[in-house]
C-alpha cells in the first residue's frame, strides 16, 4: 500500500484520488476549501466537480496540507496551471519544514502565461530538489467523469525516473485504468497540453455545425503543430502517436466531455468567451496555452496556422468563418 496526497480537488484531482483509494492506498485529497474537504469526508461526494458520484469511503479529505503530506510517498498536484506556483509553493514549506521526501507528480495541462514553461519546469523552481526524488507527470486521454464511472481508461506516465513512475503506475493501475510508463517527461507535457488548443477548434467546427471531415483534418493538421512545436522544445516526436499525443487529442477533441471542447462548440455557435467560461465553472486550459504556444511561435521559427487563427478568433476578434477562409485558402502545399 502506498501513501499518496493528492493536492487539488476539483474533477480531476478528485477522480485520481478515488481510483487510488479504490485500489487500497491510504490517500489524502488536499482541498484548499475547508467546506469541500468536509463535503468529501462527511457525504463522499464532491457535487460541483463530479455530481452525482460516490466517492470512496476510504478517500480522505483535508484542507491541511501538512497533514495531508505527513508520511506520504507520493505527492500528486492537480490544480489549473496558473495555480501551480502557489500550491507548489505550499508543498515546499511543507516539504522543508517536515523534512520529508517525496516522489513529486502532477497531472495538469498547461504552459505558464509569459514565461511558456511547462509545469514540471514550474514545479523544479519553486520545490527544491532535495524534498523529492523523481518527477513525473500523468497524462493522456482521460476525462475525470469517464474515470469516476470506472470507463476504460489508459493513460501514460512521463518521467525520466523509471522507479518514480512506476510507483505511480502501481498505485493507479486496476481492471479498468491501465498506466503505461514512458520516459518522455517534455513530450508527455506537451502534448497534454497543446492538444488543448486544437480541441477548442474542433469543438468550434461542430458548433458552426461542419462535420467528421472537418473535425478530422483538423485534428491530423493540428497534431503536425503539437508535433512541431514539441520537436521543437525538446520532445521525442514518437510521443505524439502515443496516448500523451493522439491519444488525448482524440478524447479531447471529440468528446463532450471535454471542457476545452465544449468551450470551442460555444464559442462556434456564437457565445462570448466571458460567457462560456462563466458558464463552465472548471478550468478550460486552452485559452491561454493557446496565447502561450502563439507568442512561442516566432522564437520557435515555426508556422503554425491552426494556432494563430484560433489565437486570433480568440484575443483578436477575428470572426470564425474568417479564420477557416483563412486556412482553407492558404497556399496549396504538399503534406508534411
Ligand atoms: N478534468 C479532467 O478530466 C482532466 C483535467 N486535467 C487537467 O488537470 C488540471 C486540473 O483540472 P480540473 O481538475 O479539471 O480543474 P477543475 O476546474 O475541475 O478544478 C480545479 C481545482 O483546483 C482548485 N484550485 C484553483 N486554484 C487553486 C489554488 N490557488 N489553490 C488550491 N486549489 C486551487 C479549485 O478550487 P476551487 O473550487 O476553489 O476553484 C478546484 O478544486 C488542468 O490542468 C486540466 O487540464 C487533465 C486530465 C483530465
Ligand atoms: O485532458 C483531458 C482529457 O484527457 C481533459 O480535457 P478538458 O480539460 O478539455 O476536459
Not at 468529501?40 to 478517500?59: C, F, G, M, R
Not at 510517498?73 to 500550491?87: F, G, N, Q, Y
Request: glycine fraction near 10%; proline fraction near 2%.
Amino acid at each position: 500500500m502506498t501513501k499518496v496526497a493528492v493536492l487539488g480537488a476539483g474533477s480531476w484531482g478528485t477522480a485520481l484520488a478515488n481510483t487510488m483509494a479504490k485500489n487500497g492506498n491510504q490517500v489524502v485529497l488536499w482541498s484548499h476549501k475547508e467546506v469541500q474537504a468536509a463535503e468529501i469526508n462527511d457525504k463522499h461526494s464532491n457535487e460541483k466537480y463530479l455530481p452525482k458520484a460516490k466517492l470512496e469511503a476510504n478517500l480522505q479529505a483535508t484542507a491541511d496540507m501538512a497533514f495531508a503530506l505527513d508520511g506520504a510517498d507520493i505527492a500528486l498536484v492537480v490544480v489549473p496551471t496558473k495555480a501551480i506556483r502557489e500550491v507548489g509553493g505550499q508543498l515546499a514549506d511543507c516539504l522543508k519544514a517536515s523534512g520529508q521526501k517525496v516522489i513529486l507528480a502532477h497531472a495538469t495541462k498547461g504552459l505558464e502565461q509569459g514565461t511558456h514553461m511547462r509545469i514540471s519546469q514550474m514545479l523544479e523552481e519553486v520545490v527544491p530538489a532535495e524534498c523529492y526524488s523523481g518527477l513525473a507527470v500523468i497524462s493522456g486521454p482521460s476525462h475525470a467523469e469517464d474515470v469516476i464511472k470506472s470507463d476504460l481508461t489508459a493513460i501514460s506516465i512521463g518521467s525520466t525516473d523509471v522507479k518514480a513512475a512506476q510507483a505511480l503506475q502501481e498505485a493507479l493501475a486496476n481492471e479498468s485504468f491501465r498506466p503505461y510508463t514512458n520516459s518522455d517527461l517534455v513530450g508527455s507535457e506537451l502534448g497534454g497540453a497543446l492538444k488543448n488548443i486544437i480541441a477548442i477548434g474542433s469543438g468550434m467546427l461542430i458548433g458552426k455545425g461542419y462535420g467528421a471531415n472537418a473535425q478530422a483534418a483538423l485534428l491530423t493538421r493540428g497534431l503536425v503543430e503539437i508535433r512541431q512545436v514539441g520537436k521543437a522544445l525538446g520532445a521525442n516526436a514518437e510521443t505524439f502517436l502515443g496516448l500523451a499525443g493522439i491519444g488525448d487529442l482524440i478524447v479531447t477533441g471529440m468528446s463532450p466531455n471535454s471542457r476545452n471542447y465544449r468551450a470551442g462548440r460555444s464559442l462556434g455557435q456564437g457565445k462570448a468567451l466571458s460567457q462560456v467560461e462563466e458558464e463552465m465553472g472548471m478550468v478550460i486550459e486552452g485559452v491561454n496555452t493557446v496565447k502561450a504556444v502563439y507568442d512561442l511561435q516566432s522564437s520557435l521559427k515555426l508556422d503554425l496556422p491552426i494556432t494563430s487563427a484560433l489565437y486570433r478568433v480568440i484575443y483578436e476578434e477575428e470572426s470564425i468563418d474568417s479564420a477557416i477562409k483563412d486556412l482553407m485558402t492558404r497556399p496549396l502545399k504538399a503534406e508534411d
